[in-house]
């Protein structure tokens, strides 16, 4: 089992940046897939990005593709999320996530484990 704890959230203008940090534990860090994921009350969990246990392969959801950056410490057992350009379309709870299977661009959405959330809200 792996437990994953989000930090970094808060509130931001429009234009802003934030970075969302993951601390894992209870699993050798650099076997996961990590993962993030952002949900808003009444909308289904959306997909924001991966990333391979090495760090060498991503995939992004469209929107987040440009503005978005996800990267990972492994040394530090970390994963991150750069979150740039931020709009107010961006407000939502982000969820870290992590998966012990193998990389894959398609999947997103059942990944093993998950964090507890922390907001993201953006002012216009």
């Known amino acids: 089992q792996v437990q994953l704890v989000e930090s970094g959230g808060g509130l931001v203008q429009a234009g802003g940046s934030l970075r969302l940090s993951c601390a894992a534990s209870g699993r050798t860090f650099s076997s996961l897939v990590m993962g993030w994921f952002r949900q808003t009350p009444g909308k289904e969990r959306e997909f924001v990005a991966a990333l391979s246990g090495g760090g060498g392969r991503t995939s992004y959801g469209d929107f987040a593709k440009g503005r978005f950056t996800i990267s990972r410490d492994n040394a530090k057992n970390t994963a991150y999320l750069q979150m740039n350009s931020l709009k107010p379309e961006d407000t939502a709870v982000y969820y870290c996530?992590?998966?012990?299977?193998?990389?894959?661009?398609?999947?997103?959405?059942?990944?093993?484990?998950w964090g507890q959330g922390t907001q993201v809200t953006v002012s216009s």
């Open positions: 996530a992590a998966d012990s299977r193998p990389f894959r661009p398609s999947r997103r959405s059942d990944f093993g484990s």
